[in-house]
């Protein structure tokens, strides 16, 4: 989730975009999910209903980079460890929510889950 408005600012000050990516139920996170349950991570449809109405539906095939060559880059710079999360960013359809909205997200029928902006 980015707060926009935060975002906004940051961009005409040239600062980082550090409280707009970074505050309290910024990052949801799913229940985990283990490998066996995917049989290839670049070929799952993500998707996201915000208040009942589908705003994202793509394929992991779209991503600029693969998960290995994203790997090998981010670890030329920093350790991941076990149980480290690589967020990659999301598809296009990005729509702007407000307090009270009930979002409800997930990836094929492996997973989702729910929840409403504070």
């Not at 598809?91 to 094929?108: H, M, T, Y």
């Amino acid at each position: 989730m980015t707060a926009r408005d935060f975002q906004d600012e940051a961009k005409k000050e040239g600062a980082p975009w550090f409280l707009a990516k970074s505050f309290d139920s910024s990052c949801p996170v799913s229940d985990f999910v283990p490998k066996e349950k995917v049989a290839d991570p670049h070929k799952l449809r993500l998707w996201c209903n915000i208040n009942g109405v589908e705003k994202q539906n793509a394929t992991t095939d779209n991503m600029i980079f693969d998960i290995p060559t994203l790997l090998e880059y981010i670890t030329q710079y920093v350790t991941l460890e076990p149980g480290d999360m690589v967020l990659t960013g999301t598809p296009a359809g990005v729509a702007r929510v407000q307090s009270g909205d009930l979002i409800e997200c997930g990836f094929d029928d492996i997973v989702s889950m729910s929840f409403k902006v504070q």
